[in-house]
């Protein structure tokens, strides 16, 4: 079984199977549940088809009967910090994209763990690698995208659901503060990263706006190791406005933007959706006077992976991308030492080459 935390601030459905709809939470869409998924795979070649849900456990929001127990967001980062303490392993927080329900934002969150395997140090102090790797854990915050691609009009519904599920998202980060600095438990010393993908990336702007406003504006804590932005949905000048992500880079002590000229599902956004100059696509717009922890990596020469994916998929699925992120978690190397990429702009912009680039089991 592969287990798998979940956040989300998707409308509870009591039939049994489905246990989350496309709505929002019935108290507003700031308001979220927490519970752990258990998936299996499947004998399928298709990626999408890979995992199975077997069994979703919802945490409790109130104590049931009067029985004095943890409850809601409590259990939740009790939960993951005693396996943490045991395992010593890091955390991935995935941000899903557009057309995502509930069961396929689990199944997404499967297939992240068991691709972005990080290596193991070799000791305590030394940044080289044991030779062991292991899959981390993984939470998916999971807003309520209706998992639909047409009518043109979901899209659409789909934007504004991920915009004003930034509150909830903030939200969440702000208890994974919390949880960092804990006293009476100690610090997390383990990495906690963040994957948003595609239109995830405009609801990680509206979170990174929502909690500048709940921390009254201060510096914001940084919670994450790195922020892996993948075929973002957002604008390319999104680190250079106050009102978009200009304040990420306080957050995330490292920021990976990939993209791709070839990314059809972002063309589409452009040409159709009024969307235009599209992160996802070239990247950050200009260097100029941004933050030296973003870096952006291009993997327009490895996109493809079947036709339906529009070149939007790599982020899971291109072996080459993997292994550029796995290298990247290991904290191995520098932006301009990762294998296989080529320099474009020095010490910003990095090409994946994937006659040179090894490969994700490698």
Not at 14 to 39: C, E, I, N, W
Not at 320 to 336: C, N, Q
Request: charged fraction near 25%; hydrophobic fraction near 35%; glycine fraction near 6%.
């Amino acid at each position: 079984m592969i287990p798998v935390y979940f956040a989300t601030n998707r409308n509870s459905i009591s039939d049994g199977k489905t246990h989350f709809g496309d709505r929002f939470h019935a108290d507003g869409p700031m308001f979220y549940r927490v519970g752990k998924a258990q998936l299996s795979e499947t004998n399928s070649q298709d990626p999408d088809e890979k995992y199975a849900v077997r069994q979703v456990e919802v945490f409790p929001e109130i104590a049931e009967d009067g029985v004095e127990k943890l409850v809601g967001s409590k259990k939740f980062f009790e939960d993951l910090r005693r396996e943490i303490s045991v395992d010593r392993r890091d955390v991935v927080v995935l941000i899903h994209g557009f057309a995502c329900d509930f069961e396929t934002s689990l199944k997404r969150a499967a297939q992240i763990k068991q691709a972005y395997l990080i290596e193991r140090r070799s000791s305590e102090n030394d940044g080289g690698s044991s030779g062991d790797v292991y899959e981390p854990h993984v939470v998916v915050f999971s807003w309520p995208s209706n998992g639909r691609v047409s009518p043109p009009w979901e899209y659409h519904n789909d934007r504004m659901d991920a915009a004003a599920s930034g509150v909830a998202v903030a939200r969440f980060m702000r208890r994974l503060v919390d949880f960092l600095t804990d006293q009476e438990s100690g610090r997390c010393e383990q990495g906690i990263h963040l994957v948003a993908h595609s239109m995830g990336n405009w609801a990680l702007r509206h979170a990174v706006l929502s909690l500048a406003s709940l921390v009254d504006q201060a510096h914001l804590p940084t919670i994450f190791s790195n922020a892996f932005l993948m075929a973002a949905d957002e604008d390319d000048d999104t680190f250079e406005v106050d009102h978009k992500m200009e304040r990420l880079p306080e957050l995330a002590a490292a920021i990976h933007v990939y993209h791709s000229r070839g990314d059809k599902a972002l063309l589409i956004s452009d040409t159709t959706k009024f969307n235009p100059n599209r992160l996802g696509v070239h990247g950050p717009k200009s260097f100029s006077g941004l933050s030296t922890r973003i870096v952006a990596i291009d993997c327009s020469r490895c996109d493809h992976t079947k036709t339906a994916h529009a070149n939007h998929q790599y982020y899971r699925i291109r072996k080459e991308v993997i292994a550029d992120v796995r290298a990247v978690l290991s904290g191995r190397f520098l932006p301009d030492q990762v294998p296989g990429r080529l320099e474009v702009e020095s010490g910003r912009r990095y090409r994946i080459d994937p006659s040179a680039a090894p490969s994700a089991g490698g």
